[in-house]
Nanobody
């Protein structure tokens, strides 16, 4: 059983940056895919991006078009933590952000489907407003 805890959310002005963390209770296997999702009030949960791997040292990331070039996902296996660096934030990025995990390699847009994941964190709120 894998438990995930997100942190790092808060209030930021448009154009600002935040870094979210997703800490795993157990060891993250190199083949575990970690996805980031978000859910705005009144909207469905949508995929933001993911990080997956083909080997213990080669990782791949994939991003939804609406965050590509602004958001970056990275992984620290030594600390069992995955990060979501969010730059150039916009008011439409306001949402609750969740990380999710599955013990499988997911690549490309397949990693943006929430049904593919088995483990979820409780979420952290991000508000982008002046």
């Amino acid at each position: 059983q894998l438990q995930l805890v997100e942190s790092g959310g808060g209030l930021v002005q448009p154009g600002g940056s935040l870094r979210l963390s997703c800490a795993a209770s157990g060891r993250l296997n190199y083949y575990t895919t970690i996805g980031w999702f978000r859910q705005a009030p009144g909207k469905e949960r949508e995929g933001v991006g993911c990080i997956s791997s083909s080997t213990s040292i080669t990782y791949y990331t994939y991003y939804a078009n609406y965050v590509k070039g602004r958001f970056t996902i990275s992984r620290d296996n030594a600390n069992n933590t995955v990060y979501l660096q969010m730059n150039s934030l916009k008011p439409e990025d306001t949402a609750d952000y969740y990380c999710a995990a599955v013990n499988a390699r997911l690549y490309g847009s397949n990693c943006l489907g929430r049904m593919a994941y088995d483990y979820w964190g409780q979420g952290t709120q991000v508000t982008v407003s002046s």
